[in-house]
């Protein structure tokens, strides 16, 4: 009779493991179906009689961070778990609830960060500054999150998770090191683009650009770039430090700073013309930069025939000697 009832146990425990083995699988075919949540309702209507038997199984999987509870309003939700989520799970086993939520509120933040005043609004320390403190020290501790400072206010300490590069708009962009604007490093690309713009490069960098190949010969060559061609050409010789992340809008500051110095100037190619920022059809601008001309000095008097002419005081409009009629000058204004 013993060994029967222990026999019923048995078998009742493998039937509910069963069972609990298979909510889950259709739990998660049905979060698979709902990437963004599925709501008390879904489950609900999924589950019907059997919602409180899948109870205990979502708790299991909450233990074990597969699955996620959500909130989007008052309205709970559950989403599976990313693999990265589950990563991020198994770097916060051992801490506190605080640190926990601390952390959460730093990765809502992404690589903008978070301000340590908001920070403690958001969890609710403001009050105990001690173990606000002490929290984020055991998190940086831990290599969960890292403290960085913003170009715009260098007083103003910011948190973000650990493994995130800050946003351009907190590092400054490239033209900014150590959250110091780098004019050395503006000189050195204004340099370079405005010789390649003149075709002015020492012979032995023409011989490196030759070594590229001939799509890099023929932009040098072609005395004109794009901020995209800028991009090109600068990225085709080691002239700044290789950690420096440039795009076509941080060569196109340089190019329009050459062309405030007045040696360049830009042409949109969609309406011919200069300044414009949208052609005829509203299209947004292409801006291609050519270097400014040389400029040699006029004398408009001596260097015209009129000034070196010796009968220059008989010259009248309507005279036998007139402008209408001097052979020399129609020779010089056909010459330029």
């Known amino acids: 009779m013993h060994s029967l009832l222990i026999s019923k146990k048995k078998a009742l425990s493998i039937q509910l493991f069963l069972m609990s083995d298979s909510l889950s699988v259709r739990l998660v075919e049905l979060l698979r179906k709902h990437p963004s949540g ?12 059997e919602f409180a038997a899948l109870l205990p199984v979502m708790q299991s999987m909450l233990n074990e961070g597969r699955l996620e509870a959500l909130k989007k309003g008052d309205k709970p939700l559950y989403r599976m778990t990313t693999e990265k989520d589950l990563a991020d799970y198994n770097k916060l086993r051992g801490l506190e609830d605080y640190e926990v939520l601390v ?11 978070v301000w340590t005043r908001d920070l403690k609004y958001k969890t609710g320390l403001q009050q105990n500054k001690t173990k606000f403190s002490k929290i984020l020290k055991n998190l940086e501790r831990k290599r969960l999150i890292k403290s960085c400072r913003t170009i715009a206010a260098k007083n103003k300490k910011i948190y973000m998770l650990f ?3 800050p946003a351009r708009e907190l590092r400054g962009g490239a033209w900014y090191t150590d959250n110091e604007f780098d004019q050395a490093m503006i000189s050195t690309v204004s340099n370079f683009l405005l010789k390649w713009l003149n075709r002015a490069m020492p012979a032995q ?32 010789i080691d002239i ?8 076509p809008d941080d060569l196109a500051q340089i190019l329009d700073l050459l062309c ?12 011919k ?7 005829e ?25 009129c000034g070196l002419c010796p009968v220059f005081d008989q010259c009248t409009p309507e005279g036998t000697i007139s402008p209408a009629k001097c052979v020399y000058l129609k020779q010089w204004l056909s010459a330029r």
């Open 38 to 49: 599925a709501s008390n309702k879904d489950l609900q209507d999924e589950f019907g009689d």
């Open 103 to 113: 952390f959460q509120e730093i990765k809502k933040a992404g690589n903008t960060g």
């Open 163 to 165: 493994d995130l590069e």
């Open 205 to 236: 960098v023409v011989s490196m650009l030759e070594d590229k190949g001939p799509k890099i010969t023929e932009l040098y060559e072609s005395g004109k770039l794009t901020a995209e061609d800028a991009l090109t050409a600068v990225s085709s």
């Open 240 to 247: 700044i430090k290789t950690d420096v992340e440039l795009a």
């Open 260 to 271: 405030y110095d007045g040696t360049v100037y830009k042409v949109d190619e969609n309406k």
């Open 273 to 279: 013309d200069t300044f414009g920022y949208e052609d």
């Open 281 to 305: 059809e509203g299209g947004m601008a292409k801006f291609v930069y050519r270097p400014m001309p040389t400029r040699t000095h006029f004398n408009s008097f001596t260097d015209t025939p």
